[in-house]
T-cell receptor
Framework: DAKTTQPPSMDCAEGRAANLPCNHSTISGNEYVYWYRQIHSQGPQYIIHGLKNNETNEMASLIITEDRKSSTLILPHATLRDTAVYYCIARSGTASKLTFGTGTRLQVTL | EPEVTQTPSHQVTQMGQEVILRCVPISNHLYFYWYRQILGQKVEFLVSFYNNEISEKSEIFDDQFSVERPDGSNFTLKIRSTKLEDSAMYFC????????????FGPGTRLTVT
């Protein structure tokens, strides 16, 4: 699976959009971009995934650049409960393992 | 909403003892996983399990580890002779099918080896 690079930490004011970037410049054509988050020491939670098109669900939006070398996870109206570590993962296949990096620690503040 | 459950939430054991961590995956799921997270470090893959066989394992998953699905609902991780460095959060996860994208994680078991 391709290596991903994320900033170690970010802050966001409550109610604002949180934009979390991820670089995956060596991603291959069959690798999807996945985002998970981990709130405190809980189990990771799936957020969204995409291949090349932008995706949106009830939690977030995923914007993938045309060359697929980077992506941005957008939480449109961050709340205090969105404070967590966010992981961007490049992964081929669906039933295969997830390889977690160090992620981005998002702190949402009042 | 169905969820993965894990027991116990916290296990304390002495070095050299055997421990069994238990997981109940979501009922119609077919693929099962164990991950661990040492305090302050990354979540690391240990093993995946499908059709009563290990499908993939990491270098961490050595001979002291084993997994089993003893009945239709439980999925267990056994550590034969625990070491201090086995202290970590252990997460179980499951996926419905080979075409499913999302892995569902349990809340974890905190293992403390003294």
């Amino acid at each position: 699976d391709a290596k991903t690079t994320q900033p170690p930490s970010m802050d966001c004011a409550e109610g604002r959009a949180a934009n979390l970037p991820c670089n995956h410049s060596t991603i291959s054509g069959n690798e999807y971009v996945y985002w998970y988050r981990q709130i405190h020491s809980q189990g990771p939670q799936y957020i969204i995934h995409g291949l090349k098109n932008n995706e949106t669900n009830e939690m977030a939006s995923l914007i993938i650049t045309e060359d697929r070398k980077s992506s941005t996870l957008i939480l449109p109206h961050a709340t205090l409960r969105d404070t967590a570590v966010y992981y961007c993962i490049a992964r081929s296949g669906t039933a295969s393992k997830l390889t977690f990096g160090t992620g981005t620690r998002l702190q949402v503040t009042l | 909403e169905p969820e993965v459950t894990q027991t116990p939430s916290h296990q304390v054991t002495q070095m050299g003892q055997e421990v069994i961590l238990r997981c109940v995956p979501i009922s119609n799921h077919l693929y099962f996983y164990w991950y661990r997270q040492i305090l302050g470090q990354k979540v690391e893959f240990l093993v995946s399990f499908y059709n009563n066989e290990i499908s993939e394992k990491s270098e961490i998953f050595d001979d002291q580890f084993s997994v089993e699905r003893p009945d239709g609902s439980n999925f267990t991780l056994k550590i034969r002779s625990t070491k201090l460095e086995d202290s970590a959060m252990y997460f179980c996860a499951s996926t419905r099918s080979s075409s499913s994208y999302e892995q569902y994680f349990g809340p974890g078991t905190r293992l403390t080896v003294t």
